[in-house]
């Protein structure tokens, strides 16, 4: 209770500092013009809106997500562009004309950006507009999406994180507030500014441009631009890094770790850190760990700490046990913290599996790289940090054929699920009954027999039931486990044969036995081809949740 407490006294100050973040740079035009219309209960209005809105919006986020699909870097572009289209609206005397009948119209939601004085603009209008701010302004804020992103993950709803949302809305209001009444007392008083309403709305206008412009522009990384950081006396180099350099968040307190006790990275100066965010079931993930575990033997006695921080993106992957067992599996001898509760990965405003934070013996994040690949960059640079000038050989057995471009990362869950061939129409959170299309062209996939289509994964929902997919790569990897106590026995097929000499490790006579949830290997050839392979299901309750290629 009392740490619950301390997150909403959190939030609340968090909000309150948000009056110096950029995302805020675009809302204040907006909040300002429209508080300089109607009664003096308006800015109240507009405040009281702007708070309950954006609690709820943001609560229910992961709902709006898991149901519609909506991509949310998409959602963010579409605020973009409602701001620019406000700002050109009070550009133009006309627009904002029609724009003014319009929303009286509604109630007077937008009130007029003309009329100081607007009898019908009160309470009501100020709370209907304070909602449409919170709304457009949500997905523009960089730190709230991010929230949204972890809420969406993670899957947690309750009244504490709403009373944390809560607080930070009322946060975030309350300098607003101070400024929309302030404009107003400042327009009431002065003759001159109060005669030149249209070109202070016109300013107002041109201030919105510049804030989107500018929200846009450090979207665009502007403060992680690629440099060079060279030795005086050599060409050894930091070969990409942070052009600002910052000083490393902490990691969660309270959250259980494997290999280790509890490490923060305070107590770590004079060590080179790197931070991997994985997840067990990732295949992404796992391609790094032979790289990652070939650093940590040659450079942990030279002075590397390597911190795996296991993020999961599925429910099963909460399970310490399920954890232990992939660290036993991988024979990973260096730290992992469980990061269940999204808590380091908040810390670090992280988005992706893998990702790779290198740490300087200060404290300070130097370099970052996110998803697989820049090995030898990453490498150097550990080296680099180390001050160990001569690389020493990495030999890893990596026999990816990267010549071709591979199926994509397939989700069966309907939250991201594409290339669904089967002609019904998806039932949600309910079985029904699916059949073949005639024909599967490359990356789509289709289900025979009864199945359950939920957000993050499928459910068998009777014996035989079978899933195709149309594939071009070389390995072909499944995540899957069962909702029984009893081991799913799970028949496969490739391009209609039993799978003998293609297959994947963990298959034996062309099937294989899901008794836990964990990413398989199922098929592997000699070079990236193409394939259709077919699963067949002996039992209800095999769940599947995503395909991923190599």
């Given at each position: 209770?009392?740490?619950?407490?301390?997150?909403?006294?959190?939030?609340?100050?968090?909000?309150?500092?948000?009056?110096?973040?950029?995302?805020?740079?675009?809302?204040?035009?907006?909040?300002?013009?429209?508080?300089?219309?109607?009664?003096?209960?308006?800015?109240?209005?507009?405040?009281?809106?702007?708070?309950?809105?954006?609690?709820?919006?943001?609560?229910?986020?992961?709902?709006?997500?898991?149901?519609?699909?909506?991509?949310?870097?998409?959602?963010?572009?579409?605020?973009?562009?409602?701001?620019?289209?406000?700002?050109?609206?009070?550009?133009?005397?006309?627009?904002?004309?029609?724009?003014?009948?319009?929303?009286?119209?509604?109630?007077?939601?937008?009130?007029?950006?003309?009329?100081?004085?607007?009898?019908?603009?009160?309470?009501?209008?100020?709370?209907?507009?304070?909602?449409?701010?919170?709304?457009?302004?949500?997905?523009?804020?960089?730190?709230?999406?991010?929230?949204?992103?972890?809420?969406?993950?993670?899957?947690?709803?309750?009244?504490?994180?709403?009373?944390?949302?809560?607080?930070?809305?009322?946060?975030?209001?309350?300098?607003?507030?101070?400024?929309?009444?302030?404009?107003?007392?400042?327009?009431?008083?002065?003759?001159?500014?109060?005669?030149?309403?249209?070109?202070?709305?016109?300013?107002?206008?041109?201030?919105?441009?510049?804030?989107?412009?500018?929200?846009f522009y450090l979207e665009r990384g502007i403060n992680t631009v690629p440099v060079t950081y060279l030795d005086n006396n050599t060409n050894f180099s930091l070969q990409n890094g942070l052009s600002n350099p910052y000083l490393a968040p902490s990691l969660g307190m309270s959250d259980p770790w494997i290999n280790s006790a509890p490490l923060q990275l305070k107590d770590l100066k004079g060590k080179v850190v790197l931070i991997d965010f994985w997840t067990y079931s990732c295949i992404n993930c796992v391609r790094t760990l032979p790289y990652?575990?070939?650093?940590?033997?040659?450079?942990?006695?030279?002075?590397?700490?390597?911190?795996?921080?296991?993020?999961?993106?599925?429910?099963?992957?909460?399970?310490?046990?399920?954890?232990?067992?992939?660290?036993?599996?991988?024979?990973?001898?260096?730290?992992?913290?469980?990061?269940?509760?999204?808590?380091?990965?908040?810390?670090?405003?992280?988005?992706?599996?893998?990702?790779?934070?290198?740490?300087?013996?200060?404290?300070?994040?130097?370099?970052?790289?996110?998803?697989?690949?820049?090995?030898?960059?990453?490498?150097?640079?550990?080296?680099?940090?180390?001050?160990?000038?001569?690389?020493?050989?990495?030999?890893?057995?990596?026999?990816?054929?990267?010549?071709?471009?591979?199926?994509?990362?397939?989700?069966?869950?309907?939250?991201?699920?594409?290339?669904?061939?089967?002609?019904?129409?998806?039932?949600?959170?309910?079985?029904?009954?699916?059949?073949?299309?005639?024909?599967?062209?490359?990356?789509?996939?289709?289900?025979?027999?009864?199945?359950?289509?939920?957000?993050?994964?499928?459910?068998?929902?009777?014996?035989?039931?079978?899933?195709?997919?149309?594939?071009?790569?070389?390995?072909?990897?499944?995540?899957?486990?069962?909702?029984?106590?009893?081991?799913?026995?799970?028949?496969?097929?490739?391009?209609?044969?039993?799978?003998?000499?293609?297959?994947?490790?963990?298959?034996?006579?062309?099937?294989?036995?899901?008794?836990?949830?964990?990413?398989?290997?199922?098929?592997?050839?000699?070079?990236?081809?193409?394939?259709?392979?077919?699963?067949?299901?002996?039992?209800?309750?095999?769940?599947?949740?995503?395909?991923?290629?190599?």
């Amino acid at each position: 209770m009392q740490t619950d407490i301390v997150n909403i006294g959190l939030g609340f100050i968090e909000g309150l500092a948000l009056i110096l973040s950029p995302c805020i740079l675009p809302i204040l035009p907006i909040l300002l013009a429209g508080s300089l219309t109607g009664s003096k209960r308006r800015p109240i209005g507009i405040i009281i809106g702007f708070i309950s809105i954006f609690a709820i919006f943001t609560f229910f986020s992961r709902m709006l997500v898991q149901y519609s699909g909506i991509d949310l870097n998409l959602i963010r572009h579409i605020s973009f562009c409602i701001l620019l289209l406000l700002a050109i609206i009070m550009l133009s005397t006309f627009l904002t004309e029609k724009f003014s009948q319009l929303t009286r119209k509604l109630t007077n939601v937008g009130g007029t950006f003309t009329e100081v004085n607007n009898p019908q603009g009160g309470l009501i209008s100020g709370i209907f507009f304070g909602g449409l701010i919170a709304i457009i302004w949500t997905p523009c804020a960089g730190p709230i999406l991010a929230a949204v992103i972890v809420q969406t993950v993670i899957q947690e709803n309750n009244v504490m994180s709403f009373l944390t949302l809560t607080a930070f809305a009322i946060g975030a209001a309350v300098p607003m507030l101070i400024i929309a009444l302030l404009g107003r007392t400042i327009l009431e008083k002065f003759h001159y500014l109060k005669s030149h309403t249209t070109l202070f709305r016109k300013a107002l206008g041109i201030i919105i441009i510049l804030s989107v412009v500018y929200m846009f522009y450090l979207e665009r990384g502007i403060n992680t631009v690629p440099v060079t950081y060279l030795d005086n006396n050599t060409n050894f180099s930091l070969q990409n890094g942070l052009s600002n350099p910052y000083l490393a968040p902490s990691l969660g307190m309270s959250d259980p770790w494997i290999n280790s006790a509890p490490l923060q990275l305070k107590d770590l100066k004079g060590k080179v850190v790197l931070i991997d965010f994985w997840t067990y079931s990732c295949i992404n993930c796992v391609r790094t760990l032979p790289y990652l575990k070939g650093w940590y033997n040659k450079y942990h006695d030279k002075g590397l700490v390597i911190i795996g921080v296991h993020t999961p993106e599925f429910d099963f992957e909460k399970d310490i046990n399920n954890v232990k067992n992939a660290v036993t599996q991988y024979n990973i001898q260096y730290p992992v913290l469980l990061d269940s509760k999204f808590t380091t990965w908040q810390n670090f405003k992280n988005r992706y599996w893998p990702a790779h934070y290198l740490i300087d013996k200060n404290g300070y994040v130097v370099y970052t790289h996110f998803g697989e690949g820049d090995y030898e960059a990453t490498e150097n640079n550990i080296r680099y940090l180390l001050n160990i000038k001569k690389p020493t050989e990495t030999k890893i057995n990596n026999n990816e054929d990267t010549s071709e471009l591979n199926t994509p990362e397939t989700y069966l869950g309907y939250a991201r699920a594409e290339h669904l061939t089967s002609p019904e129409s998806v039932v949600k959170d309910n079985s029904s009954h699916y059949t073949f299309p005639q024909k599967l062209t490359q990356d789509d996939w289709a289900l025979q027999g009864n199945w359950k289509i939920m957000s993050d994964r499928i459910v068998s929902g009777e014996a035989n039931a079978s899933i195709k997919i149309y594939f071009h790569a070389r390995n072909v990897f499944v995540v899957m486990g069962n909702d029984n106590k009893k081991t799913i026995n799970v028949k496969l097929l490739l391009n209609d044969k039993n799978i003998i000499t293609e297959k994947g490790k963990d298959i034996i006579n062309s099937s294989i036995n899901v008794n836990s949830h964990t990413l398989y290997e199922v098929v592997t050839l000699d070079k990236s081809g193409d394939g259709i392979l077919q699963m067949i299901s002996s039992s209800p309750g095999l769940e599947i949740y995503t395909f991923t290629f190599g």
